[in-house]
């Protein structure tokens, strides 16, 4: 097993590709090496736009088109989140329905909770039934399964999963949020992860001594709390009606980047990324906090249109239109890249928590098609939505969004171009077409 692949830009990278492995019980080790990225002679890809709904819809319609034959993403395991943003953004249904049967038939008997619990959600947002996921068999049951992994005695009580200081937090709260989309609770679970919060408002992945301090954020050598872990805390508490002891407002205020952005281990050498931008976004909406909030806008970039400046645009060569790209390390260019899309489109579609079931589709088109002249806008609606288990049946109303769209010129006529990312041209010389093969990793 290649632990650092060909490919890979930096150590952020790294450590999600080894969060995931390290999920599966396997020690590793994290690489020396600097976490930022170096600067490129090639310029930062001209963004698509700034209009949020286009946003979505686009970078839905590079995941549907990056999906095999079976479905799958490029990389497997990138498939469920694939997934999700499918479904989240409510287009490309066909795509998504394909995502959902390569899921249903590929299911693994050693899946990790971090898995066990994506894929409940995948269940939840396409109206499928966990408990009962492709089949009738204990396979097939996604809640028993992931039931099997808490452990329930000792310091660690209510912890799904082994120890792992990658991503036991990050994947606590992927739990909650399933438990959350089920309309279940978990109160050990809860207990647990409250208890990681550090004195800050941030959470580190793993305290094994709740009697000390977390350890200082160092992006230098990889320790402290991160922006991943703290977004998907959040998110896990509020899937199930509560929140942290402390707000994590202020912490991820002060480490918010100049440029609107997060990094995943924020510092002053730190690049924003996607990903960590996109999680972020989330858990800032889950805490009341809208995107205009002027505590988290800089200059005139806010979370959201940071963002949406990772997008290729028009201008990219057609196979990497709509992906979103992962800050690149050395010579590796630009690349769009599966995981970096699906989080964002999942954060600019407005995904709902708890997580609801996606009923109203809208057709997909094409952002940069020569005809294109009115624009993509969000509309919120207030749905009720019925998840399928074989406990009693769970109905709640709440509030979600969908997309309704319509085509747009190659970029907005009333908004300018944002700048490119962390101080890159905005300028990009043609390049040809690149693989797309994802290199940045999540837990599960």
């Known amino acids: 097993m290649h632990l650092h692949?060909?490919?890979?830009?930096?150590?952020?990278?790294?450590?999600?590709?080894?969060?995931?492995?390290?999920?599966?019980?396997?020690?590793?080790?994290?690489?020396?090496?600097?976490?930022?990225?170096?600067?490129?002679?090639?310029?930062?890809?001209?963004?698509?736009?700034?209009?949020?709904?286009?946003?979505?819809?686009?970078?839905?319609?590079?995941?549907?088109?990056?999906?095999?034959?079976?479905?799958?993403?490029?990389?497997?395991?990138?498939?469920?989140?694939?997934?999700?943003?499918?479904?989240?953004?409510?287009?490309?249904?066909?795509?998504?329905?394909?995502?959902?049967?390569?899921?249903?038939?590929?299911?693994?008997?050693?899946?990790?909770?971090?898995?066990?619990?994506?894929?409940?959600?995948?269940?939840?947002?396409?109206?499928?039934?966990?408990?009962?996921?492709?089949?009738?068999?204990?396979?097939?049951?996604?809640?028993?399964?992931?039931?099997?992994?808490?452990?329930?005695?000792g310091p660690d009580r209510g912890l799904y999963g082994p120890p792992n200081e990658f991503g036991s937090v990050y994947n606590q709260g992927l739990v909650l949020q399933a438990l959350g989309a089920l309309g279940e609770t978990d109160a050990d679970a809860i207990a647990w992860l409250k208890a990681q919060q550090c004195a800050d408002g941030s959470f580190e992945e793993y305290r094994a001594n709740l009697t000390t301090p977390c350890d200082p954020l160092d992006p230098a050598g990889f320790t402290g709390p991160d922006t991943n872990g703290t977004a998907s805390a959040v998110l896990g508490l509020a899937a199930v009606g509560t929140t942290a002891p402390l707000s994590p407002l202020a912490w991820l205020d002060s480490h918010q980047s100049a440029t609107g952005g997060w990094a995943y281990l924020p510092g002053a050498t730190e690049a924003d990324d996607p990903n960590s931008t996109a999680l972020v976004i989330q858990a800032l909406r889950a805490l009341g906090v809208t995107d205009a909030d002027a505590r988290f806008t800089k200059g005139t970039?806010?979370?959201?249109?940071?963002?949406?400046?990772?997008?290729?645009?028009?201008?990219?060569?057609?196979?990497?239109?709509?992906?979103?790209?992962?800050?690149?390390?050395?010579?590796?260019?630009?690349?769009?890249?599966?995981?970096?899309?699906?989080?964002?489109?999942?954060?600019?579609?407005?995904?709902?928590?708890?997580?609801?079931?996606?009923?109203?589709?809208?057709?997909?088109?094409?952002?940069?098609?020569?005809?294109?002249?009115?624009?993509?806008?969000?509309?919120?609606?207030?749905?009720?939505?019925?998840?399928?288990?074989?406990?009693?049946?769970?109905t709640s109303a709440a509030t979600t969004t969908t997309l309704q769209a319509t085509t747009t010129p190659t970029s907005d006529s009333s908004t300018a171009a944002p700048a490119a990312v962390a101080g890159a041209s905005q300028t990009r010389p043609a390049v040809a077409a690149k693989p797309t093969t994802s290199t940045a990793r999540y837990a599960g």
């Open 5 to 153: 692949p060909p490919g890979t830009r930096n150590r952020t990278q790294t450590v999600r590709r080894l969060r995931a492995i390290s999920s599966c019980g396997i020690a590793i080790g994290l690489a020396a090496g600097s976490l930022h990225s170096p600067a490129l002679a090639e310029s930062a890809p001209a963004p698509l736009t700034t209009n949020v709904g286009l946003g979505a819809q686009a970078g839905s319609n590079w995941i549907a088109s990056r999906l095999t034959s079976t479905g799958s993403a490029p990389l497997a395991g990138d498939t469920r989140e694939a997934a999700s943003a499918l479904f989240t953004s409510a287009t490309n249904e066909a795509a998504a329905r394909k995502a959902l049967s390569f899921l249903r038939s590929n299911l693994d008997p050693a899946a990790t909770h971090g898995a066990l619990a994506q894929l409940i959600l995948v269940a939840v947002v396409a109206g499928e039934n966990p408990r009962a996921f492709g089949g009738t068999g204990a396979i097939n049951d996604l809640v028993a399964r992931l039931a099997t992994t808490k452990t329930t005695s």
């Open 301 to 394: 970039s806010t979370p959201v249109s940071t963002l949406l400046r990772f997008q290729f645009g028009c201008a990219a060569a057609a196979a990497d239109r709509g992906g979103f790209w992962y800050p690149p390390y050395g010579d590796s260019g630009y690349l769009p890249d599966v995981k970096a899309t699906s989080q964002a489109v999942i954060a600019l579609a407005g995904a709902a928590v708890p997580a609801k079931k996606t009923s109203t589709w809208t057709e997909p088109t094409d952002a940069c098609a020569p005809s294109a002249s009115s624009s993509t806008t969000l509309s919120t609606t207030t749905t009720s939505s019925t998840v399928p288990a074989a406990k009693p049946t769970t």
